[in-house]
């Protein structure tokens, strides 16, 4: 019998409530604190059996907690356990040793028995998630503008560079990417055989001469030295996975799309026709086609000649964008015909041991992309060996970077397992940077730490996801993110900045000779402060003295890769709601005001998603604030702007979940919020009143539920909203519309309404030394409680700093 159901109008005044900030309560609680320790409430000594090793755990009701808010220290159960932490909170003191206690055996665990409840991080640490998924490292490219910086830095700048990025005390970067020709960040365009029409390529030159001149073979070959002896203590580890993309063909291989004037066109290595650039296609018959794939090979026996083999290709940098720089367009089809009638075969006579990646372009259309190249009568199928991708969001706004298409990373791993291909396909996230300029000339504390936490966010979803490694873009740029010959100036790890080198003359240029832009304004704000004010601000200074800055966003991005070695595996991870106790992470139950501060996913494009509910301002919604019945969300982006967004009326055709979008009716949806008389828990159901299409039947918002389990972070770790049947469990929402929060049962546990991903987050990681690696990421502005669960056993708890990012390893 279908249940009733009666509207509920629902009146909210539309000013958003200031988010509160946990920080300023802490001072207040220093005395309790210390009196909290002195009288043994943290641990309690039980006389159980010497032989139980797992605590026992108490968890306490809101009544029962003591008024100190965070946990003063960190307390590790039967395990040993180390813990560093990178925080902005002290961000002069990058992976900082977190002190932490062991406690005695049978020691009771009481969760909640501070002022906010503990979040259970929780993981199975024996259960690997994707056995076919063994991970291969992280790295960058050695791009012609990555090694013009480097050949800048002095003796002592160019060793330090190399610890940083491959040595034990660095980063222990194990991919490494090249252009195949020029890119945009060289300095010009360039190419190896510049004869039209030699389709031989007699003219090729076998030395590759510029990207020897250029610096950036030497660069590479430093890298695999430093990374061989730093690292080849691990069976998986220590060796360099280096692969190579093209940007554009020689322009003498390209459809013309230049006009010089009436019905004369001309060919150039920026820019592409459409739908493919190669001239004559890529039929079995087409020359250039054929000449193209050659030229793949010349480039591979080049390298291997100077000492650098190359495992694998991508067939073409992002294809789908005929970029203003050097492009080169497929759409799936001729991608595949370029491989099935050409790249493929050339590369099985000539480097049958170099594997080709498909795609290497944004996730938004990484299924097509598959379903076209792999599927079982593709002729390609048999000469590919993986799928390569970018994190970009392919829009105008870059602060959509790195946090979209998920969920569609979930499902290629479906389309893998139904094309057989599950136990052998490379994915490997092949390009990642955020743009425009760089931390250090934008000079902003805000903008630098966020862009440092949505590395941290992308790399662990990925990761999540069955991601096999994943590739920053250049390795290292100047002090505003070049040269980059189309002013494309991006953000990289660390920088190189000779000027600022102890005994460097004082009129030695802040910029190379190379750069031939300006910085944003005109001015780098990194250039005019101190050593000591760098410093302080998380830009170590002891680097700066050699020529480097070393920004925070690289030490964020060793929580990691220092961490997740070649040969680890994704275990199953998931911040989930505190236990016992109606408190959220983020909110006391006494509350209505959702914690974490402000909002910065609160941007039109985010998609929706649902997770454990953590009492913050990424799980607040405001309900039918006006006649439109618009469902709204309010916060601020990294520049500080005020946002407002709206939930849309379709489902986003490539991403097929719901995004917030313009709060206006062409864009944004209008609901009624239906309470259904008949249910016994008496929740809602929210129905969209203006579809784009008339339908036979009403939609509601629903939960679409992700393929492939959901990956490490299983089903409740972000799942998509999407329109569906008004009468499906997965349409009924329970709403407290004094807070905003919209939860929902479906999957037997709570999950909340979310705008993207939760403030706190995690990812679990089984490492080729039999450790465990647990990283924990808090991106709210308040701190958190938190207790980490292997199955059911206590591990530890502790607590995490707002803005902070925390690397546990479990022995």
């Not at 998931?574 to 914690?595: P, W, Y």
């Not at 702007?641 to 313009?662: F, N, Y």
Request: hydrophobic share 35%; charged share 20%; net charge negative.
């Amino acid at each position: 019998m279908r249940e009733g159901y009666e509207f509920i109008p629902v009146t909210e005044n539309d000013t958003e409530p200031p988010p509160r900030s946990i920080d300023k309560k802490i001072a207040t609680a220093v005395v309790a604190v210390v009196l909290l320790i002195a009288s043994g409430i943290v641990l309690t000594r039980q006389n159980h059996s010497p032989h139980v090793l797992v605590p026992k755990v108490i968890v306490l009701l809101p009544e029962e907690q003591d008024a100190v808010l965070i946990r003063p220290n960190c307390v590790s159960y039967g395990r040993t356990v180390s813990v560093i932490q990178t925080s902005m909170q002290t961000p002069d003191h990058p992976w900082a040793a977190v002190p932490c206690d062991k406690a005695p055996q049978n020691t009771v665990v009481e969760l909640n028995s501070f002022g906010l409840p503990d979040a259970i991080l929780q993981t199975n640490l024996s259960h690997t998630v994707f056995e076919h998924s063994k991970i291969k490292g992280f790295g960058g490219a050695f791009t012609e503008a990555a090694a013009l910086n480097f050949g800048q830095l002095s003796i002592k700048g160019k060793e330090t560079v190399m610890e940083l990025l491959f040595g034990k005390s660095g980063l222990g970067y194990t991919l490494g990417r090249f252009p195949i020709n020029s890119c945009d960040f060289s300095v010009k365009s360039y190419t190896f055989d510049e004869t039209a029409d030699d389709f031989e390529l007699r003219d090729f030159d076998t030395g590759v001469h510029h990207d020897v001149e250029s610096g950036m073979v030497d660069m590479a070959l430093r890298a695999v030295s430093t990374l061989r002896q730093a690292w080849s203590d691990g069976a998986d580890d220590g060796e360099m996975f280096l692969y190579a993309s093209p940007w554009s063909p020689p322009a003498w291989m390209k459809t013309p799309t230049y006009h010089w004037e009436q019905n004369k066109t001309f060919s150039s290595m920026t820019g592409s026709a459409l739908p493919v650039c190669l001239k004559d296609g890529v039929g079995p018959d087409s020359e250039y086609a054929k000449s193209w794939a050659l030229y793949f090979s010349k480039f591979l026996t080049a390298y291997k000649n100077l000492g650098l083999s190359l495992s694998a290709v991508t067939v073409q940098n992002e294809p789908e964008f005929p970029a203003p720089w050097e492009a080169c367009a497929y759409d799936p089809e001729s991608q595949h015909d370029f491989v099935a009638n050409h790249l493929g075969p050339r590369l099985r006579q000539d480097h049958p041991d170099v594997k080709i990646l498909a795609f290497d372009h944004n996730k938004d259309h990484i299924n097509q992309w598959a379903n076209t190249m792999l599927n079982e009568s593709s002729q390609a199928k048999p000469y590919i060996s993986g799928t390569a991708y970018h994190w970009y969001a392919g829009g105008m706004d870059r602060l959509l970077d790195g946090a979209l298409g998920i969920p569609n990373m979930h499902r290629l791993q479906d389309q893998l397992r139904e094309y057989g291909l599950l136990s052998e396909h490379i994915v490997l996230g092949s390009e990642s940077c955020h743009c425009p300029t760089t931390g250090y000339a934008g000079g902003s504390p805000e903008i630098y730490w966020s862009r440092a936490e949505r590395y941290a966010h992308a790399i662990l979803a990925d990761l999540a996801a069955g991601s096999h490694g994943w590739v920053e873009w250049n390795l290292i740029l100047d002090g505003i993110g070049g040269p980059n010959h189309l002013n494309n100036l991006c953000e990289a790890t660390i920088l190189a900045v000779p000027h600022r080198a102890v005994g460097m003359a004082p009129d030695y240029p802040p910029l190379p000779s190379f750069e031939k832009q300006k910085p944003f304004g005109n001015v780098s704000l990194g250039d005019g402060r101190t050593r000591e004010e760098l410093n302080a601000l998380g830009f170590p200074a002891k680097f700066l003295d050699v020529g480097v800055v070393v920004q925070p966003i690289y030490f964020y991005m060793g929580h990691i890769s220092r961490h997740v070695r070649p040969g680890s595996y994704a275990v199953s991870a998931l911040v989930q709601e505190s236990l016992g106790n109606s408190s959220k992470i983020f909110r006391h139950a006494d509350s209505v005001v959702m914690g974490g501060g402000q909002n910065d996913l609160s941007r039109n494009g985010i998609e929706l998603t649902v997770w454990p509910c953590e009492g913050s301002t990424r799980q607040q919604f405001k309900w039918n604030i006006d006649d439109r019945k618009h469902i709204q969300v309010y916060g601020h982006d990294w520049l500080g702007t005020p946002t407002t967004s709206c939930i849309g009326r379709e489902p986003d055709v490539d991403l097929l979940g719901l995004r917030l979008d313009e709060c206006d009716d062409n864009h944004a949806g209008n609901f009624d919020v239906l309470l259904l008389t008949d249910d016994p828990d008496g929740r809602y159901i929210v129905k969209l009143l203006n579809p784009v299409k008339a339908k036979k039947r009403d939609e509601c918002l629903v939960i679409l539920e992700l393929r492939n389990g959901g990956g490490a972070y299983g089903p409740r770790g972000g799942a998509q909203i999407s329109l569906g049947d008004c009468e499906s469990e997965a349409a009924k929402w329970s709403l407290d519309l004094n807070s905003g929060e919209a939860s929902s049962r479906y999957f037997g546990d709570d999950v909340c309404l979310t705008t993207g991903w939760p403030f706190l987050q995690m990812g679990a990681f089984q490492t080729p030394t039999g450790d465990n690696t647990i990283v924990v990421l808090n991106e709210a502005n308040d701190p958190a409680n938190f207790a980490l669960k292997d199955g059911d056993a206590v591990l530890l708890t502790s607590s995490i700093p707002s803005r902070s990012i925390q690397t546990i390893i479990v022995s």
